[in-house]
Nanobody, 121 residues
Framework: QVQLVESGGGLVQAGGSLQLSCAASGSIFRFDAMGWYRQAPGEQRELVAAITGGGSTNYADSVKGRFTISRDYAKNTLYLQMNSLKPEDTAVYYC???????????????WGQGTQVTVSS
């Protein structure tokens, strides 16, 4: 049973930094990709950052240059380092992992429960 547990959210002033962590219940080697999504009240959930098994990363334009996604295989943990935070970054941040065993297989995906990030002005 796969479980993803986020931590590290909180209240921070604009310009500050936070690091989010996503601890997986097992090895993260098995995932083809992991990522962070966020959802603000009344808005759609959006992809913030993603990383593939090979280490390739991509970011939403709104966070590029400020956020960094990384993983620690030894700790089975995914991270999101957030710098130069803006009030617009306020949202619930969700950890996501997916596995696609074969080309015609359905995607197996898992979500964490989310962690609140609030950036004050």
């Amino acid at each position: 049973q796969v479980q993803l547990v986020e931590s590290g959210g909180g209240l921070v002033q604009a310009g500050g930094s936070l690091q989010l962590s996503c601890a997986a219940s097992g090895s993260i080697f098995r995932f083809d990709a992991m990522g962070w999504y966020r959802q603000a009240p009344g808005e759609q959930r959006e992809l913030v950052a993603a990383i593939t098994g090979g280490g390739s990363t991509n970011y939403a334009d709104s966070v590029k240059g400020r956020f960094t996604i990384s993983r620690d295989y030894a700790k089975n943990t995914l991270y999101l380092q957030m710098n130069s935070l803006k009030p617009e970054d306020t949202a619930v941040y969700y950890c996501h992992a997916e596995k696609k065993p074969c080309i015609e297989c359905r995607v197996f995906e898992h979500w964490g429960q989310g962690t609140q990030v609030t950036v004050s002005s």
